[in-house]
T-cell receptor, first 111, second 114 residues
Framework: SQQGEEDPQALSIQEGENATMNCSYK?????LQWYRQNSGRGLVHLIL?????REKHSGRLRVTLDTSKKSSSLLITASRAADTASYFC???????????FGAGTILRVKS | GAGVSQSPRYKVTKRGQDVALRCDPI?????LYWYRQALGQGPEFLTY????????KSGLPNDRFSAERPEGSISTLTIQRTEQRDSAMYRC????????????FGQGTRLTVV
């Protein structure tokens, strides 16, 4: 079963705008990771945030984590057409040895 | 190699046949994971190895599915007596040691059962 639930399911924005995707999960976690998947290709790791961290930045990416609400958000600033992809959050549950993925958010950036 | 390598990239098989999917992880990576991904869905956990030990196989759908990693490096996922519902993308990932770091995914094997 999938623990992470992304919101929205699909998002369409203009190039240059910011994109925000949300993820909710159910159980306690060690960390939460975000992955990107371009059409028909492999999953690429974007960023990992640990359960004792609240915010993390990597280039144009900003991730927040609220363990009290069991939720995370991924912000992509100044989006580009090349950001068009599916974005998945994945949690590393505290009791388990696996990444549990959500169903993903499909982002389309129009140029 | 530089990344996780999976073979074959595409496999078409007849219902009832057995298939073996191979994963060659990044050299030195301790942990290896198998996932299955249906179109439009996120990856679904199948099984996990630490070195050669299969630590968790709770995601394997039934006893037709098995996996091994005999020398702690290359892994094989075997599906016996394939059924049409087994059709999916099968993805392998490896990480240096557990999940406190990122997992590196291969390009996957697209399995089609006809």
């Amino acid at each position: 079963s999938q623990q992470g639930e992304e919101d929205p399911q699909a998002l369409s924005i203009q190039e240059g705008e910011n994109a925000t995707m949300n993820c909710s999960y159910k159980t306690s976690i060690n960390n939460l990771q975000w992955y990107r998947q371009n059409s028909g290709r492999g999953l690429v790791h974007l960023i990992l945030i640990r359960s004792n961290e609240r915010e993390k930045h990597s280039g144009r990416l900003r991730v927040t984590l609220d363990t009290s609400k069991k939720s995370s958000s991924l912000l992509i600033t100044a989006s580009r057409a090349a950001d068009t992809a599916s974005y998945f959050c994945a949690t590393d549950p505290r009791y388990g040895n696996k990444l549990v993925f959500g169903a993903g958010t499909i982002l389309r950036v129009k140029s | 190699g530089a990344g996780v390598s999976q073979s074959p990239r595409y496999k078409v098989t007849k219902r009832g046949q057995d298939v073996a999917l191979r994963c060659d992880p990044i050299s030195g990576h301790v942990s290896l994971y198998w996932y299955r991904q249906a179109l439009g869905q996120g990856p679904e956990f199948l099984t996990y190895f630490n070195y050669e030990a299969q630590q968790d196989k709770s995601g394997l759908p039934n006893d037709r599915f098995s996996a091994e990693r005999p020398e702690g490096s290359i892994s094989t996922l075997t599906i016996q007596r394939t059924e049409q519902r087994d059709s999916a993308m099968y993805r392998c990932a490896s990480s240096p040691a557990g999940l406190n770091t990122e997992a590196f995914f291969g390009q996957g094997t697209r399995l089609t059962v006809v």
